[in-house]
Each structure stands twice: as structure tokens, then as C-alpha cells.
């Protein structure tokens, strides 16, 4: 054990407090499955319990909320008013500091707002700048919301958490942070449940959503920022015999301003096009089962902080193709194949190199699991708490 956890065992172990609300939401996509992730790998942490106590605070009225991850050695507190009410006062910066109520410990906020705080440390998760890189991908009202508050939400930040080297560079660049004041952690994967899945599951997985045959693979909600008529424009060039052997699956909904998006969808089905959507929400115990189905994963995001679908499907041993601009070259390195995300062109032909040579398929397929394997949420725990440790032994 380190210096620095003996001294803190001495001292009693640290609060460490996390603002749970993402954990609130009906569908775990997107921040609210990182919160999860994180607050698991914390809770199964070899220092909780000794260096730190993991709390989790979260409105009364949404505590039943977090049953469903069954965390073991985590302790939950109520915040003694309704959510709505909390967001309303935090909104008009009528919320008192929080560790008044609660105690003096580090507070860990892992979705850009954070709350007021007297006399504790304040770590807060900025996961991309995309709504300053590409306003117009963002939704009106979420823009505003960020516009107004991420310099505030920073300025108040002991540590400034993100997820890549990439948006790490861009918080220093555009939001004019210290260097030394953001930490880069990298998200991870969960290995024991995304990882190549047998003949028979990727069977009974494909039955349940109504996909027939092999296909090209892309997970992402229905939105501009996904660039997804780019993809579809890209399966359509495809060479026919390509096209005849694989249909092109789309795995997400939801999103924003996609009305465009699903009438390119909806024509290039009228067509002819095998374009597959499942008429169903994915639940996610069937997605390593589908990803393990899939021949190529292809992720064509105009932006991105981090890129979870591309590590998922190299953890299930898929090959992967990736839009080389932000952090997504540095998630994949070299076992993803890499393309312009504004030429069709190029995604086509890429794709078509992957598809048509079996070979390649399979070298990628190699690297993808062993590039995989850098990323844990093991790994991003300890570095967190590592950089806890670090922050209260220097500030105390």
C-alpha cells in the first residue's frame, strides 16, 4: 500500500461523493451508462471501505432508481428534495453548497454541472466540447444550457476530468484551463460481458430483433453528429455483390433533428437497400451479442470525446472503422481501419477493402482485442482514485 493511502487510513477514510442523477434516467445510454460503469468499478475498488467511501446522493424521489446496478459496498444518501425542485434551484443558482449538508469530503460530478461547495474538492467530468466545435450538431436547448454554464461549472473545478488526450487539449485550447488542472482517464470496457459471444447467442439475438443475415454494424442514436447519411450514401456505393452479402444495421434511435436521417433511411429502403433497423429498443444484455454478429463495426461521427461503440465491438474481437478526427484514432490506434467522415467515397471503399478480404478481416480482428484490452474500467477507477489521492496528500 502506498504512502499516500496509508495516510489517509490514518486520517479515516475520505468521503467520496458522487452526484448520481445521470443514474435517474428510464434508458442507460451515453453518460448515464459511463456514470454506471465508473460508480461499479469504484464500488469493487480495493481502497473502498479503507481509503475512501463511496457515497452516491441522489434525489429522494429517484433512489429506487439505482436498484437495478446492485452496488455492494456503496452507500447512498437521499437529497431531502424532489429532482425537479433540486434542478430548479441549482438552475437559478439558488442551491446552497451541498457539502453543508452532507460533509466536508471530494465530490465527484460526472456530467459537466456541478454544485456549489464550501470547503471540499470538486472533480468534475467535461466529456467533449462539441457544442463549441459544432454548434449546430447540438440541440438548441442543451447548446444554451452549456453556453451558459460550462465556464462557470470549470471555474469552480479543483480537477477537471475528460476521457482523451484529444478533448483534454481542447478544454486547455478553448475553455483556457491550466494544463495541469485537467486529468485525462480514459473510459474502459467491461470485459466480462463485452467479449466474442458464441454461434448460438448471436442467433437467438438476431431472432429476437428480426435481423437476417450478415451485416455492417453501426451503434449511435438518430442525430446530425453521428453522420449517418454520409454512412448510408457510403453502403450504397458499396459494389453490388458487397451489397448483396451484407445488410447495413442500425442500432439507436431517439436523437434529435433527424428528420432528414430517417427519410434517407426510408428511401434508400424504398429502394431496395437493406437497410436494417430493429423495431425494438436494444436491451443491453443483447448488444455484445449482436456486435459479435456483426462482420464490420463502422463509426462515422463528425465528433467525438470519446467513441464507446468502436471499443465495445473491438472488445468482442470485431474489426472497426473510424472517422479520423477527434478522439477516435486515439481510442482504436492501429487496429481501426480509419477514413475522411465528409467523403462517402472514402467510407465506401474501406469498408469494401474490409469486406472483400478476409484475411485483413481477420489480422484486424486480432489487434481489435488486444487494443482492447488497454481500456478497463478497472483501469480508470484506480487512476481516478490515484488522482484523489494525490489532489487531498498535496491540498489537504
Keep these: 500500500m502506498s504512502k499516500q493511502s496509508e495516510t489517509l487510513i490514518k486520517n479515516k477514510p475520505l468521503n467520496l461523493y458522487i452526484d448520481a442523477s445521470p443514474l435517474a434516467e428510464s434508458r442507460i445510454t451515453g453518460i448515464p451508462h459511463f456514470t454506471a460503469e465508473l460508480i461499479k468499478a469504484l464500488d469493487e475498488h480495493p481502497d473502498n471501505g479503507k481509503v475512501f467511501n463511496l457515497i452516491l446522493l441522489i434525489a429522494f424521489d429517484k433512489r429506487d432508481k439505482l436498484s437495478r446496478w446492485q ?39 460526472p456530467n459537466y454541472k456541478n454544485w456549489p461547495l464550501l470547503r471540499s474538492k470538486n472533480l468534475t467530468y467535461i466529456h467533449d466540447l462539441s457544442y463549441l466545435r459544432y454548434p449546430k450538431f447540438t440541440q438548441p436547448k442543451n447548446l444554451k ?129 437493406n437497410i436494417i433497423q430493429p423495431q425494438s429498443y436494444v436491451e443491453d444484455e443483447d448488444l455484445p451479442a449482436l456486435i459479435s454478429g456483426s462482420t464490420i463495426l463502422v463509426h462515422p461521427a463528425v465528433y467525438e470525446g470519446f467513441g464507446l461503440p468502436p471499443l465495445q465491438a473491438m472488445a468482442c474481437g470485431v474489426p472497426v472503422l473510424v472517422a479520423n478526427n477527434s478522439s477516435m484514432p486515439e481510442v482504436v490506434g492501429e487496429a481501426g481501419v480509419l477514413f475522411n467522415a465528409e467523403k462517402p467515397e472514402d467510407i465506401s471503399v474501406k469498408m469494401d477493402k474490409v469486406l472483400s478480404e478476409q484475411d485483413y478481416r481477420e489480422q484486424l480482428s486480432v489487434k481489435s482485442l488486444a487494443q482492447s484490452k488497454k481500456f478497463d474500467w478497472s483501469i480508470s477507477a484506480n487512476e481516478l482514485v490515484n488522482c484523489i489521492k494525490k489532489g487531498t496528500e498535496t491540498n489537504g
Design 71 to 109: 452496488f455492494k459496498n456503496t452507500h447512498i444518501k437521499d437529497i431531502s428534495l424532489p429532482m425537479r425542485l433540486l434542478n430548479l434551484l441549482w438552475k437559478y443558482r439558488l442551491l446552497p453548497p451541498m457539502d453543508i449538508f452532507f460533509g466536508k469530503g471530494v465530490y465527484l460530478f
Design 145 to 273: 444550457f452549456l453556453q451558459r454554464g460550462v465556464n462557470r461549472w470549470v471555474s469552480r473545478s479543483d480537477i477537471v476530468l475528460t476521457g482523451s488526450d484529444h478533448t483534454k487539449q481542447e478544454i486547455v485550447d478553448l475553455l483556457n484551463v491550466p494544463e495541469e488542472k485537467v486529468i485525462r482517464i480514459y473510459h474502459g470496457v467491461g470485459h466480462s460481458f463485452y467479449y466474442p459471444r458464441s454461434s448460438n447467442e448471436i442467433i437467438t439475438a438476431k431472432s429476437k430483433y428480426g435481423i437476417k443475415g450478415k451485416y455492417i454494424l453501426h451503434i449511435g442514436s438518430l442525430e446530425p453528429r453521428k453522420n449517418l447519411i454520409n454512412l448510408i450514401i457510403a453502403y450504397k456505393a458499396l459494389p453490388l455483390k458487397i451489397r448483396q452479402l451484407y445488410g447495413l444495421c442500425l442500432i439507436g434511435g431517439g436523437g434529435w433533428l433527424n428528420g432528414k436521417i430517417i427519410d434517407a433511411i426510408n428511401n434508400a429502403q424504398t429502394e431496395g437497400y
